[in-house]
């Protein structure tokens, strides 16, 4: 227990450590613990119960991104870039709906994201007491695995009762301020979502790769899709109005969203090991990989379109991947951390009787570097870069777990999420050899390399092959990439598993003791003694802090408070918003600077002095890209897409003067949608809402 006295002094070395949050907009907010009376002095607004909880119901989980539900018949509003996969889906070697973009102009014609859910927040449940009781007095390894079965059991349970109402729900156990907190999310899930519209990848991401993460930007990072229930478009009372003047210089706007993940309150020991060992290896993955995907697309004009939507998500993570190295390369701000954590580290020392947790988490980084590699190549599956793999993974471990309790199973195959494995394998998403051959061989070249020639793993599967003739003979004797053989395993259980002789089913049982081991070793050396302490430095955090400031990032709900303003890049004002004129002036004609016909075609009726893209001081990360920018009043006057090379530093430490947030202004959606498409029915029914 942390007495009164030892808070007091963790009060004091803390102040620094977080008391940022105290200053400027920072923060990622859970909207059960906003800070309404601070955001009312700051910005003059008053964001009350019955304003959190409008757009908490109005605003929805996609996989990997958010949306917000803008018309009362279930139109979501969110980024192109998040609806990749579905085009993709529903594209070919011959026609990508990403190069022509898509309009339903009928309900009809709306076409299904087979892999795509959408998530509303409906009631959240306080469960620390319930773990806290289940873990007490366990060693790290032990109160790893009770904690894991609790959190396990409280989901199906909750899953359980709701499946008895009229609305069963999705439940999630999420984990706040590093173990401070934990809750049952529980979410109204929508499985059918369905393609409305979205423009031209050369207008939704103009300036490719070189303009990502920049500002000034011209993009209309837009898609509209509807959920349907019982094949009806869904009733969604509770959505948002948009204002399409869109905001204003220096006006208060509100970001809600699901943040994917920061590492904020990470030690400088596992800092460093993110540093020293895991960016640098992953960027030389990501950029060879680059270098043969962008190799790949030269060769034909189907091979551009087959690789289009991996190679953006790879530009964009290894963009990602550098500015974060960069950031933990910056001495001055790891300096400053390491202050601070040393102040915290000698108050808990002072009054503790749980010894030292820093060094515990130090220790358990040691063996993190060990195991990196051959858990990354084996466990990590970057050894087995194949879509094929992973199908055959899912059916091989699918097969083990599914017969075991509930509670004992691998977290990734508890009956919560086994629905959205079985909706994955029955897409219908298109798999190419070719593509497939070109990641899975360069991965088996790049395991042999890291791991050496003589590892076990290597020796087995290359002793007779090179990683090229391997790739090919696994390839072309899996028949995964056919949805009904994926989903006739799945329901065939273990003993079809064992009867297969597809060749990747093979490979993902021939590897699977080992990487099961290495993710067991992993567990019980790395997580459990890091997820022990770092609940007690949260412990110590939490008691003189409490909910004061907010918790990391975990891709749960989150509200941020910022301003529409630019920031000052050496010496020279970027102002916060662009117009459409720079859009023509910036075309070449050439990718990714090139305007698609439609808009040259329609330039003569557009408004060229209307802003395109707006800047904030708001507070993202990944997972907020499709988030609602929201006015004081809740209306929706921008679409968030990106931030500016500056907020990738933010997964670990919040920059005021620079980070800012990047959306798409209100303004340009109607532009788009009434002078360029011809959507008419579609902005109908965005203004009817009105």
């Given amino acids: 227990m942390w007495t009164r006295r030892l808070a007091s002094a963790v009060l004091a070395a803390a102040a620094a450590l977080l008391g940022s949050a105290a200053v400027a907009d920072e923060g990622m907010w859970t909207f059960d613990n906003f800070p309404r009376q601070a955001v009312a002095e700051r910005h003059g607004v008053d964001i009350d119960a019955r304003w959190l909880e409008r757009v908490r119901l109005a605003t929805a989980r996609l996989s990997g991104c958010t949306s917000s539900f803008v018309s009362p018949t279930g139109l979501l509003l969110t980024n192109h870039h998040c609806v990749e996969g579905c085009l ?30 959408a998530d509303v927040l409906t009631e959240l449940e306080q469960i620390t007491p319930k773990v806290a009781a289940a873990t007490r007095g366990l060693d790290d390894r032990a109160a790893k695995e009770r904690r894991r079965e609790t959190l396990t059991n409280l989901e199906q349970s909750c899953e359980d009762t709701s499946a008895k109402s009229r609305s069963p729900l999705k439940c999630e ?81 509100l970001v809600a969203g699901h943040p994917g993940s920061t590492d904020r309150q990470l030690t400088v020991a596992e800092l460093e090991t993110l540093r020293n060992e895991v960016l640098p290896k992953t960027l030389l ?12 697309a030269k060769t034909s004009d189907a091979a551009a379109r087959i690789v289009s939507d991996s190679l953006n998500g790879l530009e964009n993570s290894l963009k990602v991947q550098r500015r974060l190295l960069d950031a933990l390369l910056d001495d001055r701000m790891l300096a400053a951390k390491r202050e601070q954590e040393t102040a915290l580290r000698a108050s808990v020392a002072r009054g503790s009787a749980v010894g030292d947790p820093w060094a515990r988490i130090e220790a358990a980084q040691q063996t993190e570097a060990a195991l990196l ?35 004992e199973r691998l977290r990734e195959y508890r009956d919560a999420a086994l629905p959205r494995i079985e909706q994955n394998l ?27 020639p003589d590892a076990p793993i290597v020796r087995r599967l290359l002793a007779a092959e090179s990683p090229d003739s391997l790739a090919a003979k696994l390839i072309g004797g899996s028949k995964l990439a056919d949805p009904a053989v994926r989903v006739a395993l799945w329901k065939g259980g273990q003993r079809a598993v064992d009867a297969s002789s597809d060749t ?48 990391d990032a975990t891709f749960t709900l989150r509200l941020s408070v910022g301003t529409v303003r630019g920031w000052d890049e050496h010496g020279s004002a970027v102002p916060p918003f662009t117009t459409l004129d720079r859009l023509f002036e910036r075309a070449t004609g050439r990718a990714p600077f090139a305007v698609p016909e439609r808009w040259l ?80 029915n579609l902005f109908e029914e965005l203004s009817s809402s009105h």
């Fill in 601 to 680: 075609a329609a330039r003569p009726r557009l408004d060229l002095m209307t802003r395109v893209n707006v800047a904030t001081d708001n507070d993202i990360v990944g997972g907020n890209s499709g988030s609602p920018l929201l006015d004081a009043k809740g209306d929706v006057v921008g679409l968030i897409f990106d931030g500016n090379i500056h907020s990738i530093s933010g997964s670990y430490w919040f920059d005021e003067a620079k980070n800012r947030a990047v959306a798409v202004d209100a303004a340009y959606l109607r532009e788009a949608l009434t002078k360029v498409y011809g959507a008419s």
């Fill in 173 to 253: 156990a999420v984990t706040l301020y590093g173990g401070g907190q934990y809750w049952l999310y529980k979410y109204r899930r929508y499985t059918d979502v369905r393609l409305v519209f979205t423009p031209e990848d050369a207008v939704a991401a103009f300036g490719g790769d070189p303009d990502n993460f920049q500002f000034p930007r011209w993009c209309l990072d837009m898609a509209l899709l509807r959920v349907y229930v019982d094949g009806r478009p869904a009733q969604t009372p509770n959505h948002l109005r948009i204002d399409f003047d869109g905001p204003k210089e220096g006006a208060t706007v």
């Fill in 285 to 296: 993955r990501s950029a060879e990989l680059r270098g043969r995907y962008l190799q790949f």
């Fill in 504 to 551: 990747m089913i093979e490979l993902a049982r021939s590897v699977d003791a080992e990487a099961r081991a290495l993710r067991k070793r992993h567990e019980d050396e790395v997580e459990a003694p890091v997820e022990v302490a770092s609940e007690q430095i949260a412990a110590a955090r939490f008691a003189a802090l409490g909910t004061s400031v907010y918790p």
């Fill in 426 to 452: 029955a897409s219908a998403a298109p798999i190419y050899p070719e593509l497939e051959q070109l990641t899975l061989s360069y991965s088996l070249e790049r395991m042999r390399e890291w791991l050496g």
């Fill in 373 to 407: 590699l051959p858990y990354t190549y084996l466990e990590d599956a970057a050894g087995f870069n194949s879509r094929l793999f992973r199908s055959a993974r899912t059916l091989v471990r699918g097969a083990a777990e599914r017969p075991k309790p509930n509670a």
């Fill in 88 to 117: 993709a889906e529903h594209s070919s070697r011959e026609r990508s709906l990403n190069e022509t973009g898509f309009l339903a102009r009928q309900r009809e014609e709306e076409i299904r994201c087979s892999t795509q859910i």
